[in-house]
């Protein structure tokens, strides 16, 4: 008598491993899922912010001209100089186009700027609470 594999021919303590392995990773899979999704909002929201508060610088900067194409161009340089440079710099946006794929582009470059500057933030706290020697802050 051959023995196949498959879930019909396990036995009943590895139906029942393989069944709450199953369950662990459908129930983790969203956890992580909305972590993600907590983060990526949290950094939106800051890049919301950051773009009001660059909208109200700009207003006051005459090198964006009065053209609303050059004040959205500031606007996206002042929200991430970098980040612009990269997805516009060889091709600004020209009054009337609408490019969301290069919209999301920039949304997702100035989110990673942002993360990776919190980072290190958070690094050189870590550093400078180590270098002072206050305990439990390392």
């Keep these: 008598k051959s023995r196949r594999a498959g879930a019909a021919h396990m036995g009943p303590l590895a139906r029942i491993f393989a069944l709450l392995l199953v369950a662990v990773l459908v129930l983790t899979a969203p956890a992580e899922a909305k972590t993600k999704q907590r983060r990526t909002q949290s950094l939106d929201r800051e890049i919301k912010t950051r773009r009001g508060e660059c909208e109200h610088e700009m207003k006051l900067d005459a090198r964006c001209g009065r053209a609303q194409i050059d004040f959205d ?5 002042c ?3 970098t980040c612009y440079d990269s997805v516009y710099g060889a091709d600004a946006l020209e009054e009337g186009e609408v490019d969301i794929v290069r919209g999301r582009t920039f949304r997702s470059c100035a989110r990673n700027e942002l993360r990776n500057l919190k980072v290190a933030e958070n690094q050189r706290s870590k550093d400078d609470a180590k270098r002072s020697g206050t305990p439990g802050e390392a």
């Design 73 to 77: 161009n500031c606007v996206l340089r």
């Design 79 to 81: 929200i991430s100089e």
